[in-house]
């Protein structure tokens, strides 16, 4: 008899409790997203897939093959592959990394001396096989996008140019 009188006291309060919550919630700050039509906009610090962007002055990686990245990988995820070129330099063959074992550490990145190699913003990796995680050169192109253009550097004033400017300005003080 408790029990059912128990009941009919707490089912309209809880029916109630919960509409009050949903009309407070009308009238805040939407939190969710309309994803994939709308997307989160990700801090500058973002830790995505590590990529290779493609320096618009050579039309590819900034690589130079030299390992670095691939010795000091806590998971041992990456593989750097290379040839010795016509010019005796060493060239990059082929970088994978298997995404799927990366711990996005990020020490690969911090050891590289050329900055060829950065974590992207890139979160969507959903696949549906191991083989899907592991991407070659190209696709960590892709995943890396562009390095900004960089602005053409200022051309150097000769030492007779800089003697004239100083002429110049001791003149305009007398
Ligand atoms: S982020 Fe860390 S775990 Fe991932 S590839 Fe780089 S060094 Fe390895
Ligand atoms: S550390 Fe940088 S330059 Fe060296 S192999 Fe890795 S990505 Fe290439």
């Excluded at 093959?65 to 060239?91: F, M, N, W, Y």
């Excluded at 996005?104 to 995680?133: F, H, I, N, Q």
Aim: hydrophobic share 30%; net charge negative.
């Amino acid at each position: 008899m408790w029990s059912l009188f128990k009941e009919i006291i707490y089912t309209p309060y809880s029916v109630v409790k919960g509409l009050i919550v949903t009309f407070v919630h009308l009238f805040r700050p939407k939190v969710t997203l309309q994803y994939p039509d709308e997307r989160v906009e990700l801090p500058e610090n973002y830790r995505g897939v590590p990529s290779l962007p493609v320096d618009p002055k050579t039309g590819t990686d900034r690589c130079i093959a030299c390992g670095a990245c691939a010795r000091i990988c806590p998971e041992q995820v990456l593989t750097v592959t290379s040839e010795i070129g016509e010019d005796k330099k060493r060239k990059l063959q082929e970088f994978t990394i298997d995404a799927s074992r990366c711990m996005w550490c990020g020490l690969c990145v911090e050891v590289c001396p050329t900055d060829a190699l950065v974590m992207s913003k890139v979160y969507e990796l959903a696949t549906d096989s191991r083989e899907g995680m592991v991407f070659n050169r190209e696709d960590m192109h892709r995943h890396g996008g562009m390095f900004p253009e960089e602005p053409e550097p200022e051309p150097e004033t000769s030492e007779e140019q800089q003697a004239d400017n100083s002429k110049e300005g001791a003149q305009e003080q007398s």
